[in-house]
């Protein structure tokens, strides 16, 4: 009996050591399945994460944010190959660790881009709704500022609350015709916006005569200027803005054929009644246009001016024929009138003749009668 149980007891050793190692072998099986299983399952994240990796570099390059240095791929693929067989769910996670950095990184980045975004948004907003209500810019032009012609302006001296304007007319040159230098603020202003300052009045010009204001040659050489477009768009100043450029601008009308009249009434424009001189008009009116020599590239509206006038002297000249043509067969119908009424008047004039001569006769015949019808009565 003893042996029996022995026998018995060494049975079931066995086959609990059987149950034993058919447990540790299905543990081992679900262990290696759940180890496979984690693999696949790391391996799918890890694709995962990789292309929307990748989606992020591009949306990234897309706004231009700077992405944070990840490391490469060639490394993360090493470490798979050395640490596949011994730690898979170690290597996954050296594998996602840096991935979310560069996530979070590139969020902040683009949060941060968001931000400055609507920060200029708002600035411009506001800068916007401020000139809507300060309204459009204003813009100051000197107080003696005028048109002369298409791209040709007058003025007085600049000062820095003018140049908004200034800017508008884009100009090329600039004359200066009184003797006083800018101030440095106007000549920065010309050096920044490439005008041409040309300083005439500095030039020593002698006066001829003690009444004339300007001289000859000084408003010779301005007229050139004036003539010439390739100084275009010019404009011209004076420290006062009527005398000087004022005696230029009535020269000009001159070599336009104006009106002494309609000169003089420009002058006292912008001169006023208390800024006139008696000088500048007796200039004006005396200057020889002759002196002037016309450039080659003449300004358009000088050119059509001058079409103007000939087409005018020319139907003025037909007309004048025509009133000629028509005074001649006039005068000739006159000339036809007068002749028969000097006959007709010598006609009746010789009739009045006759009948004075008739009416003398027949009162001698009757004298004669009644004297002889006394005489045989006396007897």
């Known amino acids: 009996m003893s042996s029996n149980t022995n026998e018995n007891s060494g049975f079931d050793n066995n086959n609990n050591n059987n149950k034993i190692n058919n447990e540790t072998e299905q543990i081992l099986k679900s262990s290696s399945s759940s180890v496979n299983n984690n693999n ?21 390059q897309i706004y231009k944010v700077p992405l944070t240095p990840s490391k490469p791929k060639t490394s993360q693929i090493q470490q798979t190959s050395i640490h596949q067989s011994t730690t898979p769910l170690l290597q996954s996670q050296s594998i996602l660790q840096p991935i979310p950095q560069t996530i979070t990184s590139t969020l902040q980045q683009q949060q941060q881009v968001k931000k400055e975004e609507q920060k200029l948004k708002l600035i411009q907003q506001a800068h916007i709704n401020s000139l809507i209500q300060s309204g459009p810019p204003q813009l100051s032009p000197p107080a003696l500022f005028g048109t002369i012609e298409p791209l040709l302006y007058r003025t007085n001296s600049l000062y820095p609350a003018n140049f908004p304007f200034i800017k508008l007319l884009s100009l090329k040159t600039v004359v200066q015709l009184s003797p006083e230098v800018p101030i440095k603020a106007v000549s920065s202003f010309f050096q920044e916006n490439n005008i041409n300052l040309i300083h005439l009045g500095l030039k020593s010009w002698k006066v001829d005569s003690s009444w004339k204001p300007l001289t000859d040659e000084l408003i010779k050489e301005c007229l050139e200027i004036v003539l010439d477009y390739n100084y275009y768009p010019l404009m011209i100043t004076c420290t006062s803005g009527v005398h000087q450029s004022g005696v230029l601008v009535g020269c000009l009308r001159r070599l336009q054929n104006w009106n002494l009249t309609s000169i003089l009434v420009e002058y006292k424009a912008f001169s006023g009644q208390s800024n006139t001189r008696y000088v500048n008009e007796q200039f004006i009116e005396l200057f020889d246009v002759d002196l002037v020599t016309f450039p080659n590239r003449l300004p358009t509206w000088f050119i059509e001016q001058q079409k103007m006038l000939e087409e005018e002297l020319e139907e003025f000249e037909n007309s004048n024929f025509t009133n000629n043509s028509n005074e001649g067969s006039v005068s000739n119908s006159t000339d036809k009138l007068s002749i028969s009424t000097e006959l007709s008047n010598q006609n009746n004039s010789e009739n009045s003749n006759s009948n004075s001569v008739n009416s003398s006769s027949n009162s001698v015949l009757n004298n004669t009668n009644t004297s002889t019808i006394n005489e045989t009565k006396t007897k």
């Not at 890890?46 to 990748?54: G, L, T």
Request: proline share 0%.
């Open 40 to 60: 696949i399952i790391s391996s799918i994240n890890i694709n995962q994460n990789v292309k929307q990796h990748q989606q992020q570099q591009q949306h990234q």
